[in-house]
């Protein structure tokens, strides 16, 4: 899984206010894939699907692996434009692992790993998290459209992500500013049309083709992260079409779109804090200092350093606009070998302010080759045609200086990241529909954890209100998305296996204690 989102419809797709329990208003059985449909789709959601092997050749790695396990992909076709269904078309790509059993066979699970990132690729690594359950259902991974093989948006970006930091000073805040319009006037010169049709409704639309396709009449889903706001807006727009659902760190609403990151800066200088205390209690091992206070001076010297001269580390200039992001993707866990990767990191980059130069680790060597170069850069502009095409975000520069400067006092390190601008303030297309309103009855599982520093604990909260007869286990643990992560808490594991095996929710919510072995 990877680091680290028209007003017209056709008839017949118009969106609920409100969702309904999976148990009601649902077709009879057979009828979504049976049933002629009056508004021009039943095409898609009719057409036979030719499985075949998944490797495109031999250096795709995925297909290989997707093959190696036994399962089989597809290419879905879908409208382009909803509104317009004899017009373009694209395809959706799909892998799927049948059930093998022992035990009947529980339906199709389709599976969103977020990001927005590709999922098709998880299959096979969800049936060993799921347990007994992961045999008895068809699991099923979707590339969402812009992503992976289902109309990639690439748009040749030099950079495999949109997020950096506003820095230390109006200089990196203006050199932000051009990094964030450059990335947006690259994606200006392709394709418009498809650009205009990105979003996470049009994903959710194309879910349900996918359904359709597969002749069935409902499917359980299981989302993680951006897949839990993709999880609930397809329920919103096709209530009774979710079996069990599975809500595993869920993004609040409300908040999802450009500035997806605000508000998030609170809980990372929590983690940020912990991960000093751990460290400077290992001071032998890494030199960063001896108390929580003197690694966390360590680290906003570094990042003063960066701010007047970028470190060299290996063949990569490491600014302040880069350094907070290393540090905000190295805070979503707090098992000991991720909190000892980013001590590593922070010891090479110490060395590299003291002695001008430093190599890096194997872990920050890849992590800078994604953040500094355009190797993987088809995934931060798919990635953010997705978020852009959500909500539209405001192009006032000054005002996300001001905003940066509000939040600086009180989150020196984070606030600059999560309160500055993004390609999206320059994006070249305009939101086609409004958001989703998310809200009604949805009896899903909910996994959040306290110290999340992604999709906070506070947007789990949010999301369980709007979603009546919903459950929520509660982890207290800085991770993110523990049950997808395979977090080592046996309680959340068999809590969700168990409601996926037997699709009884629990009675009431729950807290798991934690069970990570206790730490020096």
Same mark, same amino acid.
């Given at each position: $899984?990877?680091?680290?989102?028209?007003?017209?419809?056709?008839?017949?797709?118009?969106?609920?206010?409100?969702?309904?329990?999976?148990?009601?208003?649902?077709? *009879?059985?057979?009828?979504?894939?049976?049933?002629?449909?009056?508004?021009?789709?039943?095409?898609?959601?009719?057409?036979?699907?030719?499985?075949?092997?998944?490797?495109?050749?031999?250096?795709?790695?995925? @297909?290989?692996d997707?093959?190696?396990?036994?399962?089989?992909?597809?290419?879905?076709?879908?409208?382009?434009?909803?509104?317009?269904?004899?017009?373009?078309?694209?395809?959706?790509?799909?892998?799927?692992?049948?059930?093998s059993?022992?035990?009947?066979?529980?339906?199709?699970? =389709?599976?969103?790993?977020?990001?927005?990132?590709? *999922?098709?690729?998880?299959?096979?690594? $969800?049936?060993?998290?799921?347990?007994?359950?992961?045999?008895?259902?068809?699991?099923?991974?979707?590339?969402?459209?812009?992503?992976?093989?289902?109309?990639?948006?690439?748009?040749?970006?030099?950079?495999?992500?949109?997020?950096?930091?506003?820095?230390?000073?109006?200089?990196?805040?203006?050199?932000?500013v051009?990094?964030?319009?450059?990335?947006?006037?690259?994606?200006?010169?392709?394709?418009?049309?498809?650009?205009?049709?990105i979003?996470?409704?049009? =994903?959710?639309?194309? =879910?349900?083709?996918?359904?359709?396709?597969?002749?069935?009449?409902?499917?359980?889903?299981?989302?993680?992260?951006?897949?839990?706001?993709?999880?609930?807006?397809?329920?919103?727009?096709?209530?009774?079409?979710?079996?069990?659902?599975?809500?595993?760190?869920s993004?609040?609403?409300?908040?999802?779109?450009?500035?997806?990151?605000?508000?998030?800066?609170?809980?990372?200088?929590?983690?940020?804090?912990?991960?000093?205390?751990?460290?400077?209690?290992?001071?032998?091992?890494?030199?960063?200092?001896?108390?929580?206070?003197?690694?966390?001076?360590?680290?906003? @010297?570094?990042?003063?350093?960066?701010?007047?001269?970028?470190?060299?580390?290996?063949?990569?200039?490491?600014?302040?606009?880069?350094?907070?992001?290393?540090?905000?993707?190295?805070l979503?866990?707090?098992e000991?070998?991720?909190?000892?990767?980013?001590?590593?990191?922070?010891?090479?980059?110490?060395?590299?302010?003291?002695?001008?130069?430093?190599?890096?680790?194997?872990?920050?060597?890849?992590?800078?080759?994604?953040?500094?170069?355009?190797?993987?850069?088809?995934?931060?502009?798919?990635q953010?045609?997705?978020?852009?095409?959500?909500?539209?975000?405001?192009?006032?520069?000054?005002?996300?200086?001001?905003?940066?400067?509000?939040?600086?006092?009180?989150?020196? !390190?984070?606030?600059?990241?999560?309160?500055? !601008?993004?390609?999206?303030?320059?994006?070249?297309?305009?939101?086609?529909?409004?958001?989703?309103?998310?809200?009604?009855?949805?009896?899903?599982?909910?996994?959040?954890?306290?110290?999340?520093?992604?999709?906070?604990?506070?947007a789990?909260?949010?999301?369980?209100?709007?979603?009546?007869?919903?459950?929520?286990?509660?982890?207290?643990?800085?991770?993110?998305?523990?049950?997808?992560?395979?977090?080592?808490?046996?309680?959340?594991?068999?809590?969700?296996?168990?409601y996926?095996?037997?699709?009884?929710?629990?009675?009431?919510?729950?807290?798991?204690?934690?069970?990570?072995?206790?730490?020096?």
């Amino acid at each position: $899984m990877a680091a680290g989102m028209a007003a017209g419809m056709a008839a017949g797709m118009a969106v609920g206010a409100a969702m309904v329990t999976a148990a009601a208003a649902v077709p *009879a059985a057979g009828a979504s894939a049976a049933a002629p449909r009056q508004d021009g789709l039943g095409r898609f959601y009719h057409q036979p699907l030719r499985w075949k092997a998944c490797a495109l050749g031999e250096d795709d790695q995925v @297909g290989k692996d997707l093959d190696k396990a036994g399962a089989r992909c597809a290419d879905v076709t879908v409208p382009l434009d909803y509104a317009r269904p004899d017009g373009r078309t694209l395809t959706v790509a799909i892998s799927r692992l049948r059930a093998s059993g022992p035990g009947p066979r529980l339906g199709t699970m =389709i599976i969103n790993g977020g990001g927005p990132g590709p *999922a098709i690729d998880m299959p096979p690594y $969800m049936r060993g998290v799921m347990g007994e359950a992961g045999s008895r259902y068809d699991l099923v991974g979707l590339d969402p459209r812009s992503l992976g093989r289902s109309a990639p948006v690439d748009c040749g970006w030099p950079a495999g992500t949109w997020i950096r930091s506003a820095g230390e000073d109006r200089r990196s805040f203006d050199r932000s500013v051009a990094f964030a319009r450059d990335l947006a006037a690259r994606c200006a010169g392709k394709d418009q049309e498809l650009l205009r049709h990105i979003s996470t409704r049009n =994903i959710a639309r194309d =879910i349900d083709v996918v359904r359709g396709a597969l002749g069935e009449r409902k499917v359980s889903y299981n989302g993680a992260s951006y897949g839990t706001y993709l999880g609930s807006v397809y329920a919103t727009m096709f209530p009774g079409r979710l079996d069990r659902v599975l809500l595993d760190s869920s993004v609040d609403p409300a908040e999802w779109g450009p500035g997806l990151l605000a508000g998030g800066e609170d809980a990372n200088d929590r983690a940020l804090g912990d991960w000093a205390a751990w460290t400077a209690r290992r001071h032998a091992s890494y030199g960063l200092g001896d108390t929580r206070e003197a690694v966390l001076a360590t680290v906003r @010297g570094l990042l003063a350093k960066a701010g007047r001269e970028p470190l060299s580390v290996g063949r990569f200039k490491v600014d302040d606009g880069t350094l907070p992001l290393v540090l905000f993707d190295n805070l979503g866990d707090d098992e000991d070998a991720a909190r000892a990767s980013l001590a590593e990191s922070a010891g090479v980059f110490r060395k590299a302010a003291a002695e001008g130069s430093a190599e890096p680790t194997k872990d920050l060597e890849e992590e800078l080759t994604f953040l500094l170069t355009g190797v993987e850069g088809f995934y931060g502009s798919g990635q953010s045609a997705i978020v852009c095409g959500d909500r539209a975000a405001d192009g006032d520069v000054e005002g996300y200086w001001r905003a940066v400067q509000r939040h600086r006092a009180k989150s020196p !390190v984070f606030g600059p990241l999560t309160y500055n !601008v993004n390609p999206c303030a320059f994006w070249p297309v305009k939101p086609a529909e409004p958001a989703t309103e998310v809200g009604g009855r949805l009896p899903a599982l909910m996994v959040a954890a306290t110290g999340d520093t992604r999709t906070t604990y506070e947007a789990n909260e949010a999301l369980h209100r709007l979603l009546g007869d919903s459950r929520m286990i509660t982890l207290p643990a800085n991770v993110h998305a523990p049950y997808q992560r395979g977090y080592p808490n046996r309680c959340v594991r068999d809590r969700v296996n168990d409601y996926l095996l037997t699709g009884r929710l629990p009675a009431r919510d729950l807290t798991c204690a934690p069970e990570a072995p206790a730490r020096s």
